[in-house]
């Protein structure tokens, strides 16, 4: 629990057990690798966010995040992304030089809404926004949208990949703009 700050000189952050932010977090890995190997969650709805630099480290979560729903997830910098259902206000992702992969459903429920840009994606499950919560996907090289990843957004949906566009998705909102560039 707590603020954890994590800048390895030989080893890269791995919390093993639940983690449990009591306040915002911010962890920068100079190019390590960041685990959570097990549940991560706040303690009050949207108050605790969460703030990773991994530069060319994978980012991954084992055990489903926000079963107490976190405020903003912001990752700066990741090489591989790999997550489980994520309950966050919002899900940014600045850069990613690799693959970003959804294997749970994402749910925000801010404006930010989910923000991904990046080199690859692969969406697993469903993506759903409230609050006019946006959904912008921006990759210069795939985005792949499996059946099971619907998106159900209350702002607009943007998907962008410079090298293609492959989708078995469906994409619902609120009366908000739709688009797909490749």
Do not use: C, E, K
């Amino acid at each position: 629990s707590g603020t954890r700050d994590a800048r390895p000189r030989d080893a890269s952050p791995r919390p093993s057990s639940a983690t449990t932010l009591a306040g915002s977090v911010a962890l920068a890995s100079a190019n390590g690798n960041v685990a959570f190997a097990s549940t991560l969650t706040g303690t009050t709805a949207g108050a605790q966010n969460l703030r990773i630099a991994a530069g060319s480290g994978t980012l991954s979560f084992t055990g489903a995040v926000g079963a107490t729903r976190l405020g903003s997830i912001d990752i700066d910098s990741a090489g591989d992304v790999v997550a489980p259902a994520i309950t966050a206000a919002s899900l940014n992702q600045d850069s990613g030089t690799g693959m970003t992969t959804l294997n749970g459903p994402v749910d925000t429920d801010t404006a930010a809404g989910v923000t991904l840009t990046g080199t690859n994606l692969a969406v697993n499950a469903a993506i759903a926004t409230t609050g006019s919560g946006v959904v912008t996907l921006t990759h210069s090289g795939t985005t792949t949208i499996a059946a099971a990843g619907d998106i159900v957004a209350d702002g607009a949906v943007s998907v962008t990949a410079t090298l293609g566009i492959t989708t078995a998705g469906d994409i619902t909102t609120t009366t908000d703009a739709i688009g797909y560039n490749s």
